[in-house]
């Protein structure tokens, strides 16, 4: 932070009283710090916002999710990471940042760098990649945009949050190397390269010590080894213990209204359990954020039509091909019969916290009126009928092209909650047969943020992945079905061919309050390829309408980069994502067959060649074993379109430490990752006991536990929680909006103490504990 600020700080925290110190700790309100004009200390707003502005006027907090000002909706991370467009993805954190600065907004709350572990994480739309140097690569480019205008970022949720069940309470068990190898590279990144001014810590424990409160990972690691030195504040109700947090390095407390957090941190001071040092260290960096954005907000309007062009532009760039046999581009002037309801009522952001008001969202159906039209299926569940599919059959017959357009309902994919598999609504799967059968030229585009099965996929012309587009998805869409933009997108993250596929599938999501990262730094591709196992899309795919040749490939081993041409063969200009991978000499520690190294993004003209640079990401050719080591010897290159894609092979010496392979993993699933590894497997790298999972029931209910829990064995539970729910839905129009179903998740679903801090002091810490005792079949005031 700027001297001046921080000197300005300084004199403001010491005019603060204690208990004033103390409540600057906590939030003022859902969006807000406490102000002190006596100290001459402002109020600090922040909003949601990673992929657009989700800004809630004073006031306006207190009806959840509701309202949130118009502002341009920009495709889901997800979508933005399949441009692999650096450029791109920083001329969107820059559009961001200017709306929060015309609202004054002084922090968004943005980007999420959580690595897709699972392919049914609930919030995977909302994170980048399952490659940490991708990931870390674009959110740093991302955090750049918005912080090249004066607002500031924060990077969440630190760390290892790769599910949604049990989210306020699950205990996430990594060894040290993963942790450092693939869960925390990414914010290592950009925390070094970027400097947001904010962290948010994750809800989870990490290793049996809540993110919020955990020192490793805050002081020991944030701070101290990466020089962050802005603010860590809590995921909205994340605080678990707040002198222990203040220990760790975690400043703000959100949201506020209650007294609890500071009456904990009060008696560990007059205990001495706590050091005022570190409360005067945070509210010093509270004070120094607030100050910095004091007075920061730039009235001035902001260019919505520049903005929505950016937005449009992200999700061009963010389709991908995933099949096509030459049906696409369509030709001029084809008869097309567009079918299925998201034409007309399109899925083009994710559900939860980062769910905008968009100002205009526009629809295929209205782009393309002179289309044929069939509905197709019902766009809130999925689910079709005789007479729409007969219907839907009907117009492709009549068509040159079937365009279907199918996804996920946002009923499915949302914040608060994971999904139970990869499939899309049976209806839409049936509705794609019966128009494949009617008409080979179908077009299937899909709208979703995460994978899903594709059972049909070989009766079908084409595959278009248009992602989550945001409000301009729709006009992205026709402009590459249309051939006015080819598609260059391609797959941040794997698509298994079922979910069970993945390493983790044993040991992870419901009904699992402990999730073990058995499969260690075998995470996405870096498991698949390995192992060897068949998956319906592989990692770094994409096709074009134009074809490209690689040659001439240079290693340079002095200054590690690798140079290779690149030609435009075909008959358009197109752009081509070229991928580096590195394969590491045999032995050492248990690494995967390849890893990225990096990558560039090309743009051509046909006939075009272009000669390509990739410096090589040293940490692609290290691992962790106390303190990251370079592994010397010879490394093969190989580089291509995806990675399976090789078009280059050539070889790296590296001058680096050899690692001898430890005894303890000779016979372990580590050696030769086939099918999903055992609990035992993982002793050998977690390298300690492993706890018991609990399962908690009457008598045992903690803390952790929900008030929709509890409701199984308490009435007094389950009249509680029915009020919240109640409450809640009464501020929806439908009780099925994903909005009000993750509002109720977070509210009577989520871990009582995590209830506690969320509810801006309508649910006292004393009558959680008594609901707590009486779940348990104790009096109220018991003490036990």
């Not at 498991?527 to 690689?550: D, I, R």
């Not at 090309?602 to 410096?615: F, M, N």
Request: with cysteine; hydrophobic share 40%; charged share 20%.
């Amino acid at each position: 932070m700027d001297s001046k600020y921080s000197s300005a700080a300084e004199k403001a925290v010491a005019k603060l009283s204690r208990d004033q110190l103390l409540d600057l700790g906590v939030g003022a309100d859902f969006w807000r710090t406490k102000a002190y004009p006596e100290a001459d200390l402002p109020t600090l707003t922040v909003s949601d916002g990673p992929s657009g502005l989700r800004y809630q006027k004073p006031g306006t907090d207190a009806k959840g999710m509701v309202i949130s000002e118009p502002a341009t909706c920009f495709p889901a991370l997800a979508t933005a990471a399949a441009t692999w467009d650096s450029d791109l993805v920083e001329q969107m954190g820059a559009a961001i940042g200017r709306e929060a600065r015309s609202m004054g907004v002084g922090v968004v709350l943005g980007p999420g760098l959580n690595i897709k572990r699972s392919p049914l994480c609930g919030r995977n739309f909302e994170y980048f990649s399952e490659d940490p140097l991708l990931a870390g690569t674009l959110a740093t480019s991302h955090v750049r945009g918005v912080q090249s205008t004066g607002a500031g970022s924060c990077v969440k949720h630190f760390a290892v949050n790769s599910q949604e069940y049990k989210r306020f309470s699950n205990d996430s068990l990594v060894d040290e190397r993963t942790l450092r190898e693939i869960y925390l590279r990414a914010f290592e990144m950009v925390v070094r390269d970027a400097k947001p001014q904010m962290v948010m810590s994750a809800y989870v424990m990490l290793n049996g010590i809540y993110c919020s409160d955990n020192r490793h990972l805050l002081r020991e690691i944030l701070r101290d080894e990466w020089g962050f030195d802005g603010v860590v504040v809590t995921d909205w109700g994340g605080m678990h213990n707040r002198a222990a947090a203040y220990e760790a390095g975690c400043d703000l407390a959100m949201p506020g209204g209650g007294k609890h957090l500071q009456r904990q941190a009060a008696a560990a001071l007059e205990a001495g359990t706590l050091h005022e040092e570190r409360v005067r260290e945070s509210a010093h960096r509270l004070a120094a954020l607030a100050i910095a954005h004091a007075g920061s907000a730039d009235a001035a309007a902001v260019d919505v039509a520049a903005n929505r062009e950016v937005a449009r532009r992200v999700a061009a760039e963010g389709h991908v091909l995933l099949a096509n046999d030459g049906t696409l581009p369509l030709a001029a002037g084809a008869r097309v019969a567009l079918i299925g309801q998201m034409a007309e009522k399109p899925r083009y952001q994710g559900g939860g916290s980062s769910h905008i008001n968009a100002r205009r969202v526009a629809t295929m159906r209205e782009l393309r009126p002179g289309w044929t039209y069939a509905a197709g299926y019902d766009v809130r569940t999925g689910e079709t009928n005789d007479a729409l599919v007969e219907e839907a059959a009907r117009v492709a017959r009549n068509a040159e092209v079937a365009v279907v357009v199918v996804g996920l309902p946002e009923t499915i994919e949302s914040e608060g909650y994971d999904r139970e598999d990869m499939r899309l609504p049976e209806g839409m799967n049936r509705l794609v047969a019966a128009v494949a059968a009617a008409n080979p030229r179908t077009v299937v585009v899909l709208q979703c943020g995460s994978p899903v099965e594709l059972p049909w996929e070989a009766d079908v012309a084409a595959v278009l992945y248009a992602g989550l587009g945001g409000e301009a998805g729709a006009e992205a869409t026709v402009d590459v079905l249309e051939g006015a933009v080819n598609p260059s997108g391609k797959l941040p993250e794997t698509w298994p061919l079922h979910a069970e596929d993945a390493p983790c599938a044993e040991c992870w999501g419901e009904p699992h309050r402990q999730s073990q990262y058995r499969e260690g730094v075998f995470v996405g591709y870096r498991y698949y390829q390995t192992a060897g196992v068949p998956v319906a899309h592989c990692f770094g795919h994409g096709l074009s309408y134009t074809s490209f040749s690689y040659d001439r490939l240079a290693v340079d081993a002095a200054s590690r980069t690798v140079s290779f041409d690149i030609t435009n063969a075909g008959q358009v200009a197109g752009a081509e994502v070229a991928q580096v991978y590195v394969a590491a000499p045999e032995g050492g520690l248990p690494h995967p067959r390849v890893q990225l190294a990096g990558f560039a993004r090309v743009e051509l003209a046909p006939g075009e060649t272009r000669r390509v640079s990739v410096p090589l990401d040293e940490k692609s050719l290290s691992v962790w074993d106390n303190g990251w080591q370079v592994v010397g010897g010879t490394y093969q290159v190989l580089v291509g379109s995806s990675v399976e894609d090789v078009r280059l092979r050539g070889t790296l010496d590296v001058a680096g430490r050899g690692i001898a392979t430890p005894g303890k993993y000779a016979g372990t699933w580590y050696r030769s990752p086939k099918g999903k590894p055992t609990e035992a497997d993982f002793r050998v790298i977690f390298g300690k006991a492993i706890p018991p999972e609990a399962h908690h029931t009457k008598g045992t209910y903690d803390e952790t536990d929900s008030l929709l829990e509890m409701a199984e064995t308490s009435g007094t539970c389950r009249f509680v929680a029915n009020q919240i729910k109640g409450a809640v839905e009464r501020q929806y129009d439908d009780p099925t909006d994903p909005q009000c179903r993750m509002s109720i998740a977070s509210s009577a679903g989520c871990a009582l103490f995590g209830l506690v801090n969320c509810s801006g002091g309508a649910m006292p810490d004393g009558v959680a504990h008594a609901l707590l005792n009486l779940a348990n079949g104790h009096a109220p005031w018991h003490r036990g």
